[in-house]
């Protein structure tokens, strides 16, 4: 008997995230996903009117295709998969590999290459498409939450049908003081990190891109990030861990990057010339996550943090910035890990991951639960 919960998720995908339509072409992008929400998925856009379009993937098999690719092959898979996402209106990716780490052994230059060869195919994913994109629950993710595999699997689907329509409304105030704002300043441990997001704009993320979600981002004026952020959320790139990240700014650009693995930290970072300046800024408040799982789909949402992220800019906050890289590393300033605050245009809006004006509030962890 397939999970109840299978529905309700596969429903809020096509229902809310992507809202599917007659006639729409959607391409379910399955990757180490059990076969069961796959077919519920697919039954879900044919219920809605949509023609789904299925690829089943497996990350230990992707591995050994980056592990020898070369321009011509990469630029090969780019061209018939552009073509794909082209010809449909909506994406839906469904990722679920039991080992995060399964690149890790991957040389940096392969996955550079690919990623830059193939970062068409996403740009158009991402500016062309409705899509969302998740993660499936599996035991390595359990583990990296420090929970069993069953507790891990309910606060899942805790987290992925929450009412992000709630959540929506109450994103609202604060979406509306970002578009307006102009300089911001982060506080904390090790951090004093200053920047413009003057007509850079501001966008609400309320489940229709990612599941879990709960953020609201913008992006630096590209030369104005000056100072220093110490991270305290370990982050996985590449498949390589990091811990202890700490980037130093000046005019917006990358002049010093340290972390536990300094030397591939900054292979990464000079993938390109936009790799050492910053393509998004951004809030995290979803009331169910509190703590990292080195899973960034989930770590970027946690309540009472904040990411900042070397590399590409999306096109609706747009600072320029053009890069093959895009990592979102994570601050969480919650009393417990250290404390911190935020300011737009001198007011402090958030202080030791708690929002403080009243029109704020409702974002609070006690008022979205």
Known sequence: MTDPRY??????????????RKGDR?????IDAPDEFSLELMRVVRGAGGTPLIEVRHTRVSREIVLAT???HAALLR???LFRMKKVQAYIAVRGSANASENADVPGDRLSLYSRVLRPVQDWRVNKTRWCVLRWPTPSMAQAAGMSTEAFENLYFDVCTMDYAKMARAMVPLERRMKRADRVHIKGPDTDLTFSIKGIGAK???GDHNIPDGEVYSCPVKDSVNGVIHFNTPTIYSGAKFEN?????????????????SRRLNEILDTDAGARFVGEFSLGLNPFILNPMCDILFDEKIAGSLHFTPGQAYEECDNGNRS???WDMVLIQRPEWGGGEVWLDGELIRKDGLFVPRDLKPLNPAALK
């Open 70 to 72: 070369d321009e011509n």
């Open 26 to 30: 959607v391409l379910l992008d399955m």
């Open 204 to 206: 609400k993320c309320r």
């Open 324 to 326: 093959a890289v895009h």
């Open 7 to 20: 529905q309700k998720l596969a429903r809020l995908l096509v229902g809310y995230s992507t809202k599917i």
């Open 245 to 261: 990240v700490r980037l130093e700014f000046e005019d917006g650009r990358i002049r010093s990057a340290t972390a536990n693995n």
């Open 79 to 81: 061209d018939i998969e």
